[in-house]
């Protein structure tokens, strides 16, 4: 099984590379069979050339690897993103990877977050319209299509259930947003008949952030249009204990196909100073190895991971005194400890 490996820009390009090593050991050491490319797609490309996700990536993506793994994309030069938009975005629509899921782990257990990740606001319907050349009027239109959002509540309570959880809320705001937000109720009611073993609520996403922020315990899974759900994670991540631990995967159920990567982005202000944590993109490799069906290395993965990230040889951000290499040598080391 071949997984196409995207270290991007900035931390992206010293996270990445850290954690290739662990995934070289535990191959071997488990007979997993995986090898992977790596592809230099970013912002040196995107200037040097005007490319960002090459033509045909993603029929190669398709047809030759079972995965991605990303760092992160963002870079000063470009602030308004564009290439990031092309190769990320391309591969989340081009994949049809709309279920995004990141997980919030805390020490009462794991919040399961469910995002979809392909329409709402992002579907990029909208446009300006300018008066004496200053902008006057924007709109960002959000979309929802039924059979979207049913795909997307379906897979996610299977899941929610296949993992013995009992309660889901699905966060919304169909009180000022009625149109979109009242089809995600309806599919939400409709589909949560099929799925007894969860026990589910709907709560407005500005008071669930009040919610979540004061006591995370009640919350089991969480299901959240685009939007919403990308802003939920950020929160996620705070509670966890910064960006540099929290880990995503996005996914598409009908193929198999999955990318994998940290929720932080290239962080400009630590770039290059051997600092950023390997934590979140560890995480991202152990939840490439589930998803690939290798389980019970992904279990020992986490474990050493946490192990370090508990140690001295964690990165400052959690209070350590180690570079993003050394945690990753810790970690290898522990696993050859086995
Ligand atoms: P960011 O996540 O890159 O950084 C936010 C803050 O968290 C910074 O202070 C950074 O130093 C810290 N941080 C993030 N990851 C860390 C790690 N692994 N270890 C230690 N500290 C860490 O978000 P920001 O600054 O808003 O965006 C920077 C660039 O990344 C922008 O170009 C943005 O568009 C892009 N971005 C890309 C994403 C992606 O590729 N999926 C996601 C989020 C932002
Ligand atoms: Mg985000």
């Known amino acids: 099984m071949k997984i196409a490996v995207v270290p991007g820009d900035g931390i992206g390009k010293e996270v990445v590379p850290a954690v290739l090593p662990t995934l070289e050991y535990l191959s071997e050491a488990y007979q997993l069979g995986l090898e992977y490319d790596v592809f230099t797609w970013g912002a040196d490309q995107w200037l040097d050339t005007g490319i960002g996700l090459p033509a045909g990536a993603i029929d190669l993506l398709s047809s030759e690897y079972t995965s991605v793994f990303l760092g992160a994309l963002g870079d000063p030069r470009i602030p308004d993103m564009a290439h990031g938009r092309d190769i990320l975005l391309g591969m989340r629509k081009g994949l049809d990877l709309y279920v995004n899921y990141r997980p919030i782990t805390l020490p009462s257990g794991v919040i399961d977050l469910y995002r979809e990740n392909t329409q709402g606001l992002y579907v990029g319907i909208g446009g300006t319209v300018a008066r004496a050349g200053t902008v006057s009027v924007a709109i960002d239109e959000c979309v929802y299509t039924r059979e979207t959002v049913e795909k997307f509540v379906r897979f996610c309570l299977g899941q929610l259930r296949d993992k013995g959880r009992r309660k889901v809320t699905l966060v919304h705001k169909s009180n000022a947003v009625p149109n979109t937000g009242g089809l995600w109720q309806d599919v939400f009611r409709r589909e949560l008949q099929n799925f007894p073993e969860l026990a589910g609520s709907e709560e407005y996403v500005d008071s669930f952030c009040y919610n979540l ?68 993109a560890a995480m991202s490799l152990a939840l490439m190895l589930d998803h690939l069906g290798h389980g019970q290395a992904a279990e020992l993965f986490r474990t050493c991971v946490i192990e370090v990230s508990q140690s001295d040889a964690a990165t400052p951000d959690l209070g350590g005194q180690g570079t993003t290499g050394r945690f990753m040598d810790h970690v290898v080391a522990l696993l050859k400890r086995g």
């Open 213 to 280: 922020v004061r006591d995370a315990t009640p919350y089991e899974g969480i299901l959240a249009s685009n939007l919403f759900g990308d802003i939920i994670s950020d929160i996620g991540a705070a509670l966890m204990g910064g960006l540099g631990l929290a880990s995503s995967a996005s996914i598409c159920p009908e193929t198999g196909f999955a990318l994998f990567e940290p929720v932080h982005g290239s962080a400009p202000d630590i770039a290059g100073k051997g600092i950023a944590n390997p934590y979140a």
